[in-house]
């Protein structure tokens, strides 16, 4: 298990998904599951970043596993910011066009979509968002 500790600013999302991706590389991650992971992180740690702390400032760890049985990675992003689980919204109705969809929710619910597992818990005081990508 391998982590990151940055300050949570959308400047850092580079950084973060270049830790993770050298985690992936280990394992020849392929390149459609290296994607969605990457938009997930730009998602999540970009909320994190525009919301956790707001107005204060804070720091966000990116912690990343990789399973072998099966082949998996477990990234959490974990944050002492503001309780917030974004996985107790309803999802978008995708149904709708964009100018009758209310604002917010489409980027959770495209992690939820692309990912083979999301959860949330909040625990001694940190928000610990965890994705699970089967490789």
Known sequence: MEELTVEAVVENIPLATEFVNRQLEAFQCPVKARVQIDIAIDELFGNIALYAYHPEAGSVTVRVEVTEEPLAVIIAFIDNGKPYDPLANQNPDTALSAE????????????????????????????????????
């Not at 619910?109 to 083979?116: E, L």
């Not at 949330?120 to 089967?134: R, S």
Request: aromatic share 8%; no cysteine.
């Open 100 to 135: 009758e969809r209310e604002i917010g929710g489409l980027g959770i619910f495209m992690v939820k979509k692309s990912m083979d597992e999301v959860s949330y818990h909040y625990k001694d005081g940190q928000n610990i968002l965890t994705i699970k990508k089967n490789i």
